[in-house]
């Protein structure tokens, strides 16, 4: 019953490959959300979505494609992984009411993704 | 730019203490503002929000934080440590305008809370 999911829980992977993280959440939330955690610990945005909209942070390369079959996922995607990829992947989901940004967003436990 | 700041890398506390971490920020308009903990190598987890009415916040685990528009600051607060509060502390606001709400955060406060 856990309310956002991701796997893998860890990625191991050479340079170059292409990957997938998936996420599902089922809290029947209308907006979803990447956000990557660098080595230190510090967390940033890469897009948010819902079934209207999809925003990119302007600093994610386009080497990284989210992609929602449904309402309920939305799966990221790395092509060409270079070692600065390596990071903890977590993913999150909220319902944004329409004129309100009082939603809480949910995350899930996250991915932690090493590039050799 | 809109922003989040927490001053302290890392903050120590004996048990039975009380605790403070300490977060400020700059927003354009009205601050939406969140605090999350993250355990180690687990996600992060939603402690209280502070959107608008009382500027005392009461969240989960018995933290609470204080709304201060003058000082522009959400400080998270506890009145006794305990040592399973050792953990990483997000503070984090809500960009205004945007149709979606993603989180602009803090980088982070360590506690250690030592018996």
């Known amino acids: 019953d856990t309310a956002v999911s991701q796997t893998p829980k860890y990625l191991v992977t050479q340079m170059g490959n292409d990957k997938s993280i998936k996420c599902e959440q089922n809290?029947?939330?209308?907006?979803m959300y990447w956000y990557k955690q660098d080595s230190k610990k510090f967390l940033k945005i890469m897009f948010s979505?819902?079934?209207?909209?999809?925003?990119i942070n302007e600093t994610v390369p386009n080497r990284f494609s989210p992609k929602s079959p449904d309402k309920a996922h939305l799966n990221l995607h790395i092509n060409s992984l270079e070692l600065g990829d390596s990071a903890v992947y977590f993913c999150a989901s909220s319902q944004v009411r329409s004129g309100s940004r009082t939603d809480t967003q949910y995350f899930g436990p996250g991915t932690r993704l090493t590039v050799l | 730019a809109q922003s989040v700041a927490q001053p302290e890398d890392q903050v120590n506390v004996a048990e039975g203490n009380p605790l403070t971490v300490k977060c400020t920020y700059s927003v354009s308009g009205n601050p939406y503002l969140f605090w999350y903990v993250q355990y180690p190598n687990r996600g992060l987890q939603f402690l209280l929000k502070y959107i608008t009415g009382d500027n005392l916040v009461k969240g989960s685990y018995g933290f609470e934080a204080e709304f201060n528009k003058s000082q522009t600051s959400f400080h998270l607060k506890k009145p006794s440590a305990l040592v399973s509060d050792s953990a990483l502390y997000f503070c984090a606001v809500r960009p205004y305008g945007g149709s979606q709400g993603n989180l602009i955060f803090g980088k982070g406060t360590k506690l250690s809370v030592k018996p």
């Open positions: 979505y819902n079934n209207k909209e999809l925003i």
């Open positions: 809290l029947g939330h209308d907006t």
